[in-house]
């Protein structure tokens, strides 16, 4: 059972949100690009099955999974880039529930922390709707350290004005578990997504974007 122990009682927390896996399903445009990569490498396309266990840790990563080593390059990687900013938001939208969940928490702190890069970032949270929501936007390549590392975390609650102790780092795989852990933050699993959580502990787990509502209420 998900721990739905609200995670405040008065003061809203600062919600730092991962993207892929957490706020929207983007599986199967990242495979698209993955696919057509391949293809110009003359090799078979991967299943969403596949695609989806090597999502989580940035582009640079996924492209290194799904291409053979020799086949890895970082003309390899820019070509995928291309090849996904064109199909972004193809098919790629948010979960059943966040945005609801987003609106009706729109005056807290609210921040994206993500490893996918900044500029891809804004142009998918602004095609789909939610960047209204959203202030702090901390992209893959914002810093030069990515998640799990805690700077991008910390980077965010800095332009939030918010002390870690103050904040949920929540998302879908243990990336956003270790950088929320060593920033000081507590941290919410989201059991929906792509990723996994390495067997690490978390303050919170949510199954459903329906346990985010239980989690983080918002008081009448």
């Not at 999502?55 to 996924?62: E, K, P, Q, S, W």
């Not at 998302?171 to 997504?193: M, N, Y």
Request: glycine share 8%; charged share 20%; net charge negative.
């Amino acid at each position: 059972m998900p721990d739905l122990t609200p995670a405040s009682a008065t003061a809203h927390p600062a919600l730092l949100f991962d993207l892929d896996g957490t706020l929207v399903d983007s599986v199967a445009d990242l495979g698209s690009a993955v696919n057509r990569l391949r293809a110009e490498h003359s090799l078979p396309p991967l299943p969403p099955a596949t695609i989806r266990t090597c999502v989580g840790d940035g582009a640079t990563v996924l492209v290194q999974r799904t291409l053979p080593a020799e086949a890895f390059s970082v003309a390899a990687l820019q070509r995928f880039l291309a090849l996904y900013a064109d199909v972004l938001l193809d098919q790629t939208r948010p979960y059943p529930g966040i945005v609801d969940f987003l609106a009706a928490r729109r005056h807290w702190p609210l921040a994206v922390v993500t490893n996918k890069p900044e500029g891809m970032t804004r142009v998918l949270l602004a095609g789909l709707g939610l960047d209204i929501y959203f202030p702090v936007i901390i992209g893959g390549d914002t810093l030069t350290e990515k998640k799990p590392h805690p700077a991008p975390v910390l980077a965010a609650l800095k332009h939030l004005g918010c002390r870690p102790q103050d904040a949920v780092m929540i998302g879908d795989h243990h990336t956003d578990l270790r950088a929320g852990a060593a920033a000081g933050t507590r941290t919410c699993f989201c059991v929906w997504g792509i990723g996994q959580d390495d067997g690490l502990p978390t303050d919170h787990r949510a199954t459903t974007v329906n346990d985010l509502q239980q989690l983080f209420p918002v008081q009448p």
